[in-house]
């Protein structure tokens, strides 16, 4: 799993409890009914992430407006994929997981057609386990991307990620492990467009491993996160997808129903509603370029718009 200038047009929403749907597609809290099913966050919440930057300052973006809210927060971050986090909320030892619309969907149902916002969340609505939930998303989007430098692009002719298969046996790609096995991946990547690649190099999520590896030329292609700055600064091109492989990938709040009442519900619909994707690409940089803590990050971010 790919992580954009400070816009500010839509911050004076914040203060209200009960969003209305807007422009992006935000399923608005108004329709997804703010009672709490039976779930309660009077013990607390303990918010889990996955094991790269932008999960982990969505992590302390969630934790920081429950907090505003009244609910005691406790976050665990870096835990790793979502082999070990979907297993962790099941079973009680996190509460709630800032997740990918397209990404979530396909590892559950990796069979799934759905590529519309709005489609992906009745989808995941039928493909959750019990006892799991998503709320309303956000407008912040991430999506997985497939990065060749300038060089490689001129050199081989690629433009999309249909290009890769003229170049069948030739390249190598590096993402992290789970990539080689996902729909969004290596064997999408095969199903949809028949490429094969010479190797496989197993590294991390838009991390230095992958994208030092790109920049040293051992690895062709590197999956990238969309809001990595990075893209940018080192003019790597990004492949097209012509046949929509990859799906959208708005934020949205996994969370267990036991903890799914209406002061959570509330609370992470304000933030959905005011974070953008630009913004998050900041959020980004300053922890992976300037060196700041995720945590620190995004208590600033919450107390300048109005969230905490």
Same mark, same amino acid.
């Given at each position: 799993?790919?992580?954009?200038?400070?816009?500010?047009?839509?911050?004076?929403?914040?203060?209200?409890?009960?969003?209305?749907?807007?422009a992006s597609g935000i399923t608005s809290l108004d329709n997804q009914g703010t009672t709490s099913g039976g779930g309660s966050s009077k013990g607390g919440v303990t918010i889990g992430t996955a094991n790269f930057t932008e999960n982990q300052v969505l992590g302390y973006l969630y934790a920081a407006v429950l907090t505003a809210a009244g609910i005691k927060t406790n976050v665990r971050p870096n835990l790793g994929t979502r082999e070990i986090l979907i297993p962790a909320i099941k079973g009680g030892d996190i509460d709630l997981l800032p997740e990918y619309q397209g990404?979530?969907?396909?590892?559950?149902?990796?069979?799934?057609?759905?590529?519309?916002?709005?489609?992906?969340?009745?989808a995941l609505t039928v493909a959750l386990p019990a006892g799991l939930q998503v709320l309303p998303y956000g407008m912040a989007e991430d999506s997985d991307a497939f990065a060749v430098t300038r060089e490689t692009a001129k050199k081989y002719g690629l433009t999309s990620l249909a290009d890769l298969r003229k170049q069948n046996g030739k390249l190598v790609i590096g993402a992290a492990p789970? =990539?080689?096995k996902r729909q969004v991946g290596a064997v999408g990547l095969k199903d949809v467009y028949g490429v094969e690649f010479k190797e496989f190099k197993s590294l991390d999520s838009s991390g230095p491993l992958v994208k030092g590896a790109l920049k040293k030329g051992d690895v062709d292609v590197a999956n990238l996160f969309t809001t990595d700055t990075d893209i940018q600064a080192n003019d790597w091109v990004v492949l097209t997808d012509p046949e929509n492989l990859i799906p959208?990938?708005?934020?949205?709040?996994?969370?267990?129903?036991?903890?799914?009442?209406?002061?959570?519900?509330?609370?992470?619909?304000?933030?959905?509603?005011?974070?953008?994707?630009?913004?998050?690409?900041?959020?980004?940089?300053? =922890?992976?370029?300037?060196?700041?803590?995720?945590?620190?990050?995004?208590?600033a971010y919450a107390k300048q718009y109005g969230l905490a």
């Amino acid at each position: 799993m790919n992580r954009r200038t400070l816009l500010g047009g839509l911050f004076a929403a914040a203060s209200v409890p009960a969003l209305s749907a807007c422009a992006s597609g935000i399923t608005s809290l108004d329709n997804q009914g703010t009672t709490s099913g039976g779930g309660s966050s009077k013990g607390g919440v303990t918010i889990g992430t996955a094991n790269f930057t932008e999960n982990q300052v969505l992590g302390y973006l969630y934790a920081a407006v429950l907090t505003a809210a009244g609910i005691k927060t406790n976050v665990r971050p870096n835990l790793g994929t979502r082999e070990i986090l979907i297993p962790a909320i099941k079973g009680g030892d996190i509460d709630l997981l800032p997740e990918y619309q397209g990404a979530l969907l396909h590892y559950l149902a990796p069979k799934a057609t759905a590529t519309e916002e709005g489609e992906m969340q009745n989808a995941l609505t039928v493909a959750l386990p019990a006892g799991l939930q998503v709320l309303p998303y956000g407008m912040a989007e991430d999506s997985d991307a497939f990065a060749v430098t300038r060089e490689t692009a001129k050199k081989y002719g690629l433009t999309s990620l249909a290009d890769l298969r003229k170049q069948n046996g030739k390249l190598v790609i590096g993402a992290a492990p789970e =990539v080689k096995k996902r729909q969004v991946g290596a064997v999408g990547l095969k199903d949809v467009y028949g490429v094969e690649f010479k190797e496989f190099k197993s590294l991390d999520s838009s991390g230095p491993l992958v994208k030092g590896a790109l920049k040293k030329g051992d690895v062709d292609v590197a999956n990238l996160f969309t809001t990595d700055t990075d893209i940018q600064a080192n003019d790597w091109v990004v492949l097209t997808d012509p046949e929509n492989l990859i799906p959208g990938q708005h934020v949205v709040p996994l969370i267990a129903d036991r903890k799914a009442d209406s002061a959570v519900r509330k609370a992470l619909a304000r933030l959905g509603n005011v974070l953008t994707t630009a913004q998050l690409t900041e959020l980004n940089r300053q =922890v992976d370029k300037d060196k700041k803590d995720p945590e620190d990050v995004a208590n600033a971010y919450a107390k300048q718009y109005g969230l905490a």
